[in-house]
T-cell receptor, first 112, second 114 residues
Framework: ELKVEQNPLFLSMQEGKNYTIYCNYS?????LYWYRQDPGKSLESLFV?????AVKQEGRLMASLDTKARLSTLHITAAVHDLSATYFC????????????FGTGTKLQVIP | DAGVIQSPRHEVTEMGQEVTLRCKPI?????LFWYRQTMMRGLELLIY????????DSGMPEDRFSAKMPNASFSTLKIQPSEPRDSAVYFC????????????FGPGTRLTVT
């Protein structure tokens, strides 16, 4: 059974600081996704990572994937208040199925 | 592109009543997913369809829950009878059969069972 762990669960950080969110998963996978959810809103896709060593960047967010370590990271550079949200990673199940398992989410609060 | 459409956006009902949630996937997408989100259990996959056929319903909590997808543009999730513990936000998502398999989420239905 595929299990996905995120840490930390909660993250309070000051504007301008850097931090990293970690996503570990238990079985082999070739697809990993990062989503953002604002309070009371739906999930918005941020990144899709499909291969070992993949790195994607958008603004102050950068995601990477190490399939050998079964680890993905979401790095936040010089945080701003607008990045406050809950971030989820989701890992695809192998075997040609579209099913994914979501992590617990990391609630990020950026303090001005 | 209208995105994934869900209705109703909010539903308040009394325990024992039947609840039907509706979803219209993005045109051209052939996979549809129903999720439930609660504070206690996070985001759980209830069921997913591929080409209108249920592929995995292992997340459906019990027989009170049922889902259908009569055609490529419409799906329903029904709870009968509803219970207070069913209160949650229910999301529908869709994706296309391509390498990326990226899921696009609808706005969700917030269900409150009193």
């Amino acid at each position: 059974e595929l299990k996905v762990e995120q840490n930390p669960l909660f993250l309070s950080m000051q504007e301008g600081k850097n931090y990293t969110i970690y996503c570990n998963y238990s079985t082999t996978s070739d697809r990993l996704y990062w989503y953002r959810q604002d309070p009371g809103k739906s999930l918005e896709s941020l990144f899709v990572l499909l291969s070992n060593g993949a790195v994607k960047q958008e603004g102050r967010l950068m995601a990477s994937l190490d399939t050998k370590a079964r680890l993905s990271t979401l790095h936040i550079t010089a945080a701003v208040h607008d990045l406050s949200a809950t971030y989820f990673c989701a890992v695809g199940h192998s075997g040609g199925y579209q099913k994914v398992t979501f992590g617990t989410g990391t609630k990020l609060q950026v303090i001005p | 592109d209208a995105g994934v459409i869900q209705s109703p956006r909010h539903e308040v009902t009394e325990m024992g009543q039947e609840v039907t949630l509706r979803c219209k996937p993005i045109s051209g997408h052939n996979s549809l997913f129903w999720y439930r989100q609660t504070m206690m259990r996070g985001l759980e996959l209830l069921i997913y369809f591929n080409n209108n056929v249920p592929i995995d319903d292992s997340g459906m909590p019990e027989d009170r829950f049922s889902a259908k997808m009569p055609n490529a543009s419409f799906s329903t999730l029904k709870i009968q009878p509803s219970e207070p513990r069913d209160s949650a936000v229910y999301f529908c998502a869709s994706s296309a059969d391509r390498v990326i398999y990226e899921q696009y989420f609808g706005p969700g239905t917030r269900l409150t069972v009193t």
